[in-house]
């Protein structure tokens, strides 16, 4: 039952001699057998690799050596590049691709001992809210094998909240991060853009694209992100400013916190039971010190549309590099490099990546590129404004994550836009390129996690993180497990 | 008979002397096996990221300054969008509307007079790889992939083939002077495209534009030119129309073809580059840039004219090279005699890299060195020729002038008495030629003379030797 | 880029703008997502009501400039990586099917 604790609870353990790495990465190989069949949180587990980098972990330790993260295992979303890993960002299109290198974020993680044991399932490309866009089968959501974990770092909350690895990483451009760990009970955070080196992230938007830990707690998700943050040659627009220390800003109360609701945010049409259970945790913020005020973020019913402008544009610049001539899938038959493209693209990708990838050309095609592309970012500007303007009454802004708690599966598959407008209250955190956490605040119905966002102003990390913290410390969501983490625990139930 | 104006514009794309690529820290090395320079960046793998390479900006911002162009103060990358087998992202990152130049030109000599010739921008981009050809498959070579390119675009208005072979060799002596690139057409760093319509005398508007690619050298563009406007001559006067289209020259057979498209023109879909941050050079930088342009040839030309009172034929020997003009203005500098130098540098020096086919940077006599040979030689504490032979010394030893003469004891003596002691020995033992100098022949003093100089080991000062001489024997 | 096209409410060619980005089509697909995309767009009418004249258009996130490396030569990847990720290769280059100029 190793595999069910935290980072930092593993790392006392080691650290006091009680485990070895050893014992904790077959633990979590254990529960990956025992449960992995049922949810399809990972696509690639190498056993042998992962017990070797154990056995070093270990061995290491006994040595002196003081990695922040030495011998805790971690699994990976299928779009951060692990050198002699397969990336395969849950397309046909990169099958059989292996990387040659370690994304900036990956490296510092191993140069702190972190052990890579799998790579997790996710929408292709990191286009979806719900894993089903993959093209290695769906994810399960652990709380309700019929429901979707989240995406498109699906596979990365569903192994979290299955207690299937001790944490993860995942992705997040419109809400890929705190999305699925809101529908999976753990928490996500989406750093500052620039925050974490893009070096190694398969590209999807680049001015949106950031890495972020999903993990079952707050301080677990600070660890992660003091390692990785920071300014990296390798990627310009990674900010120089320095790393602070964010273990130190976790509090267990408010007081001096003043927590801005957007009126936009609570207008209606949100889900009973997540409307419950996130004013109920605006109350224990209140509780904790916590002053409540409402605060304005008037261009937010177009946040939706201006992000399904730009992501999709700079994707399809980003994915014109999958053309089977360098790496991944081609197609056979191609009489010259036009028919290869076409042909392999056809048959590499699935139809969401398509879909967005015609969106995104089009936008800037010649005679729409102003009506679109230039427009959205126009809009863009305004909707960054908002939050500078929102954040000058107000320490964090809290909202819901999500309207709804977990999907059914198949549920939305039907109507893009739909499920689109589903990303409502991440994606304007990506647009102004702030920072945003989700953490569990409640059950709905009993069955299925509710998430609460708290966003922050660009750099503004310690101030959620201590909201989440102070929150997360005040009531009882963490400590919450799905039956399959249940089982995983073997006959002790963690409190 | 219609007369046809001619409107030239040439596109210049220059591959940049850096020791990196322009987003990648691959090296530039050229003929290295294939695929041997390459990284995630430049193969343009999942999760890459370019990050810019000073080194690249500056030397395109120096060409900018060289050529008279202003610096734009805010400038930024944008992708161009399309798919070629040579292209490592599908998208190039290059600059569309926010170029690192603006304006410029180069002045051409046509007829005697000078013509200046304009320039529209100067931009960075990053250079495709190299596909080799062969019968059912293409092989790709992606070692030139992100390697610098500067893009010189000028504004149409050249009037003739000639005009635009003058404008490149001007362009070219100017890169390669400020050491920006080798601009060689058959190496491949420096490539040209061509655009030229024609219209009929008196028609303001210009004619169809006609593209013209895979000229590989100046007289390959010379020929070019001169062959598409014989042809477009051909259709107009015939009453046909130009179409609009890229010819690709076609060197064997001396004759453009049609490129065969198979597909419209390019929609490039440009957008600002999301991975780079803008360029604002501040103005502290570009100054310091521009404290390191070296003059142009002309400018360099006039100088030494002006400055070291040389002959125009010396100044145009050594403006010529900017290295070699580095060398002669250090050496000039410290001497008394910058004409003297001048002739060293013109003669000796020149040759002697010719015959060892080395730079002048590989040049075993410094500057400074020659500086001081000049002026032993002027305050003639060495003759002539002594000072060939230390030159001589120098080369194949090394050593400093003064050290070497001292050492080897080669001071010219212009010490009255003692050449007079030899003068008298001479004159004792070579009785026949005292009565030739003395019955008229003047060979005879050149005799002694020389006699002289052997019996004091080329030591005595020649003019002293003469004249002493002369004295002794007009009694 | 400034001419507005939009202006006419022409529906998106799907299958011209599915060829600038090298994708094959079924005419099942090209039907499927002329429908969803259409649809889409026209949701995107939201944008083209509000007034953005006197707006920047926010091209990054961060107010860095200048971010420039120096001009050092440091060591890529070996070649066998490349080709080994490579579909097909041969003498150290990667092949494609001829390219006809």
Redesign the interface.
């Given at each position: 039952m190793l595999n069910t604790f935290t980072i930092h609870e593993v790392l006392d353990r080691l650290n006091r001699g009680e485990c070895r790495s050893e014992d904790v990465v077959r633990s979590v190989l254990d529960a990956i057998q025992r449960t992995d069949g049922r949810i399809h949180g990972y696509l690639a587990i190498n056993e042998a690799d992962a017990l070797e980098q154990a056995r070093a972990a270990d061995t290491a330790r006994s040595n002196g050596a003081k990695g922040r993260l030495l011998g805790v295992p971690i699994a990976v979303k299928d779009v951060l590049n692990v050198k002699g890993q397969p990336c395969t960002c849950g397309s046909k299109i990169l099958k059989g691709y292996i990387s040659p290198y370690d994304a900036t974020a990956i490296a510092r993680l191993r140069d702190e001992g972190a052990v890579f044991v799998g790579r997790t399932n996710m929408d292709e490309f990191a286009m979806g809210s719900t894993t089903e866009n993959s093209a290695y089968g769906i994810t399960r959501n652990p709380w309700n094998l019929d429901c979707v974990p989240g995406g498109s770092s699906g596979g990365s909350a569903a192994v979290v909240a299955a207690d299937e690895c001790v944490a993860a990483l995942g992705s997040d451009t419109g809400g890929s991060v705190r999305q699925p760990a809101s529908f999976c009970g753990c928490v996500g955070l989406k750093p500052t853009y620039g925050r974490i080196s893009r070096y190694g992230l398969t590209a999807y938007a680049s001015s949106l694209d950031q890495i972020g830990p999903i993990t079952k707690d707050v301080r677990d998700a600070a660890l992660l992100l003091q390692i990785m943050a920071g300014v990296d040659a390798a990627d310009s627009t990674t900010l120089p400013s320095t790393v602070p220390d964010y273990q130190s800003a976790l509090t267990k109360d408010l007081k001096g916190v003043t927590v801005g609701l957007p009126k936009e945010y609570f207008v209606g049409g949100l889900d009973p039971e997540v409307e419950r259970c996130v004013q109920e945790a605006i109350e224990v913020c209140r509780q904790l010190g916590a002053k409540v005020v409402e605060v304005s973020l008037p261009n937010t019913r177009v946040a939706v549309d201006t992000y399904y402008i730009i992501a999709p544009a700079e994707a399809s610049a980003n994915l014109s590099r999958f053309d089977g001539v360098r790496y991944g899938y081609r197609a056979a038959g191609a009489a010259d490099p036009l028919d290869l493209y076409k042909k392999s693209r056809a048959e590499g990708f699935g139809p969401e990546v398509k879909r967005r990838i015609i969106l995104g050309t089009y936008v800037l095609s010649s005679g729409y590129y102003d009506a679109f592309y230039l427009r959205a970012q126009k809009v863009r500007t305004l909707i960054r404004r908002d939050f500078e303007a929102a954040f000058k009454q107000c320490t964090v802004i809290l909202s819901p994550v999500a309207s709804t708690p977990a999907y059914r599966i198949g549920q939305n598959s039907a109507d893009p836009l739909q499920m689109y407008l589903g990303d409502i209250f991440t994606v304007p955190v990506n647009l102004a390129g702030i920072c945003g956490l989700s953490v569990p605040c409640g059950m709905a119905s009993g069955k299925l996690p509710v998430g609460l966002q708290v966003m922050g102003p660009a750099l503004g990390e310690e101030a959620i993180l201590r909201t989440g913290y102070a929150f997360e410390q005040a009531t009882q969501w963490r400590s919450y497990r799905s039956g399959i983490a249940k089982e995983n625990a073997g006959s002790q139930v963690r409190l | 008979m219609t007369t046809y104006r001619i409107t030239i514009g040439l596109e210049v794309h220059v591959q940049l002397k850096?020791?990196?690529k322009m987003f990648?820290?691959?090296?530039t090395d050229f003929g290295s096996?294939?695929?041997?320079?390459?990284?995630?960046v430049?193969?343009?793998?999942?999760?890459?990221?370019?990050?810019?390479?000073?080194?690249?900006?500056r030397l395109t911002v120096i060409s900018g300054l060289m050529l008279g162009c202003r610096i734009n103060p805010h400038s930024?990358f944008d992708?161009k969008?399309y798919?070629?087998?040579d292209m490592?992202?599908?998208?190039q990152i290059t600059q569309c509307d926010k170029p690192l130049c603006l304006g410029g030109g180069v002045d051409i000599e046509v007829g005697g007079q000078t013509k200046r010739l304009g320039i529209t921008r100067i931009h960075q981009e990053e250079d495709v790889a190299k596909?080799?050809?062969?019968?059912?498959?293409?092989?790709?070579?992606?070692n030139r992939a992100g390697v610098p390119l500067m893009e010189i675009v000028s504004e149409p208005d050249m009037e003739s083939a000639d005009e635009a072979v003058a404008y490149l060799q001007t362009l070219r002596h100017i890169l390669v002077y400020a050491g920006v690139s080798e601009c060689n057409m058959e190496e491949g760093n420096m490539r040209c495209d061509v655009n030229i319509s024609l219209r009929p005398e008196g028609q303001t508007t210009l004619g169809t534009k006609v593209e013209i690619k895979n000229m590989n050298s100046f007289k390959g563009i010379y020929n070019a030119l001169q062959y598409e406007i014989e042809r477009q001559r051909e259709v107009l006067a015939g009453g046909g129309k130009i179409t609009q289209e890229t010819r690709?020259w076609d060197v064997d057979k001396g004759q453009t073809f049609s490129?065969?498209t198979?597909?419209d023109a390019h929609?490039y879909?440009?957008?600002?580059e999301?991975?780079?941050?803008?360029?604002?050079?501040p103005e502290t930088l570009v100054a310091e840039w521009a404290a390191t342009l070296p003059l142009l040839p002309a400018q360099r030309r006039e100088k030494f004219v002006r400055e070291f009172g040389l002959p125009e034929y010396d100044a145009q020997v050594l403006a010529a090279e900017k290295a070699v003009g580095d060398f002669f203005e250090t050496a000039a500098r410290l001497s008394r005699n910058p004409k003297a130098v001048s002739n060293w540098v013109m003669t000796d020096v020149l040759r002697t890299l010719t015959e060892k086919e080395i730079p002048i940077s590989a040049f075993a006599i410094k500057p400074e060195a020659l500086a001081e040979l000049v002026d032993m030689t002027d305050a003639k504490v060495i003759n002539s020729n002594t000072a060939r032979d230390v030159f001589a010394i120098m080369l194949k030893e090394g050593g400093q002038a003064k050290e070497i003469v001292a050492a080897r004891g080669l001071a010219q003596v212009s010490d009255a008495g003692a050449i007079e002691a030899v003068v008298d020995q001479i004159i004792a033992e070579n009785p026949k030629s005292v009565e030739d100098f003395k019955n008229g022949k003047v060979a005879a003093m050149k005799f002694l003379v020389g006699q002289v100089m052997r019996l004091s080991k080329g030591k005595a000062n020649p003019q002293m030797a003469g004249a002493l001489l002369e004295k002794k024997l007009s009694n | 880029m400034t001419d507005d096209k939009t202006q006419s409410a022409k529906k998106m060619d799907v299958r011209y703008v599915a060829n600038l980005a090298r994708l094959n089509l079924t005419d099942g697909e090209v039907a499927e997502f002329q429908a969803q995309l259409d649809h889409i767009v026209e949701h995107f009418n939201q944008l083209r009501s509000m007034n953005v004249d006197d707006v920047e258009p926010m091209a990054h996130a961060t107010p860095i400039q200048n971010v420039f490396r120096d001009d050092v030569v440091r060591p890529g990847l070996e070649r066998d990586v490349i080709l080994n990720n490579a579909p097909q290769q041969a003498s150290g280059l990667i092949m494609v099917p001829t390219i006809v100029e």
């Open positions: - | 850096t020791k990196s990648c820290a691959c090296s096996e294939p695929n041997t320079h390459i990284c995630p430049c193969m343009g793998y999942p999760g890459s990221l370019p990050v810019m390479n000073r080194e690249a900006i930024k992708r969008n798919f070629y087998p490592p992202k599908n998208y596909n080799m050809h062969y019968a059912t498959w293409s092989g790709i070579d992606f690709r490129m065969r198979k597909e929609d879909r440009y957008f600002p999301p991975d780079l941050m803008p360029i604002a050079l | -």
